[in-house]
């Protein structure tokens, strides 16, 4: 009997899929339609599965299955080869979000007792990799398919928001509500702001509102809360989303006020925006305490519009930082989950709230 998934669950199956059939991962560039001529030789994945780790070792023509209790089973690599293009094909071919799947795929699920398409693992890592020999170190990944939904790099909510404190015209009651009570339309957010100052009013950055969203962003740099609500200001009055173009307009505000031989020489806000983007593909969470060691989370898969996947590792940084930058984008949250775009009165000051969000650009 055929089921339904979405295409994020089909996605990372479908990734785990194609990597046992072509017993290699392509690392890409900073464009990813560019991958590289770097090919690392997969030695086995192992993947968590309602009965543990199981270990999936590529041996010639095979799939050798080791489960960490039961019998080993193999499975010719061509098997998975066919059941990675039949899952493509379907998502591919689905308008919708949630995909049927094809013939003879949930018979193949229930032949090597896969029934979780999406990894249950408590380190975000979807599965992890061991390349070229079993002794190497396995590396953590996490997937991201352009064919669905991904999932963002910085997942907003509400511990993501930055407060910026309504200074210039002291508002009364009917005021605010007046600015609150403006339709909710796609851009009400950037509708709000204009109007405050339309009435005399200014939004000055103030703070973080999470109190370990601001000691994780201050890892990065001291001054990055300011220069992540400068963007955020950006992202919504002026329209552009994708990072690297926001950089590009913080470089000409210079909101830190530094020299311009810091900005033009050494690259100063690129290269803190590429350190904070590195940081939250590697495990940043707005609400959980960032110290800067590594989490288990080591690279990025990332499967393409045409169904081909791409790797990024941390031992290749420089690729890694330059596609994260090239390829992001912030995004708009839900208003009323996050708690944000609106005047609110704190200890006697109104404040205004942006929530911040960063995923993949889908193209």
Do not use: C
Not at 25 to 54: C, F, N
Not at 178 to 203: C, F, Q, S, W, Y
Not at 258 to 282: P, R, S, T, V
Not at 296 to 306: C, F, I, T, W
């Amino acid at each position: 009997m055929a089921f339904e998934a979405t295409k994020k669950e089909w996605g990372e199956l479908y990734a785990f899929f194609r990597l046992l059939a072509d017993g290699s991962l392509t690392m890409g560039t900073a464009d990813p339609r560019k991958p590289s001529e770097t090919i690392w030789p997969i030695s086995y994945i192992q993947r968590e599965e309602h009965d543990g780790v199981r270990r999936y070792f590529i041996e010639g023509d095979i799939v050798r299955i080791v489960p960490e209790e039961g019998e080993e089973r193999t499975v010719e690599r061509e098997d998975f080869d066919a059941v990675a293009s039949l899952i493509l094909q379907s998502i591919k071919s689905t308008e919708g979000n949630d995909v049927t799947s094809p013939d003879g795929v949930e018979e193949f699920l229930d032949a090597i007792a896969i029934f979780d398409l999406e990894a249950k693992t408590n380190d975000r890592t979807d599965f992890s990799i061991v390349f070229w020999h079993p002794d190497a170190p396995a590396s953590g990944f996490v997937v991201r398919s352009r064919l669905g939904t991904m999932t963002p790099l910085l997942d907003g909510g509400r511990s993501a928001n930055i407060k910026y404190e309504q200074t210039g015209v002291k508002f009364a009651t009917p005021t605010v509500n007046k600015v609150n009570a403006l339709d909710d339309t796609p851009h009400v957010v950037a509708e709000r702001m204009l109007m405050i100052g339309r009435l005399g009013g200014v939004l000055r950055f103030s703070d973080v509102a999470d109190r370990v969203f601001r000691s994780n962003l201050h890892m990065i740099d001291l001054h990055f809360p300011r220069i992540l609500a400068e963007m955020l200001r950006l992202m919504h009055l002026d329209g552009v989303t994708k990072v690297a173009e926001l950089t590009a307009m913080i470089k000409e505000i210079n909101p830190l006020k530094i020299k311009d031989e810091l900005i033009m020489k050494h690259g100063f806000y690129e290269f803190k925006m590429k350190e904070f983007l590195m940081a939250l593909a590697l495990g940043m969470r707005p609400a959980k305490i960032y110290n800067g060691t590594d989490s288990a989370v080591e690279g990025m898969l990332l499967v393409d519009g045409k169904g081909q996947v791409i790797g990024y590792h941390k031992h290749m940084p420089q690729e890694f930082e330059e596609f994260l930058f090239q390829n992001t984008r912030f995004e708009i949250g839900a208003l009323e989950k996050d708690k944000y775009g609106y005047l609110e009165r704190e200890n006697g000051v109104y404040y205004f709230k942006l929530n911040a969000k960063i995923g993949l650009i889908k193209r």
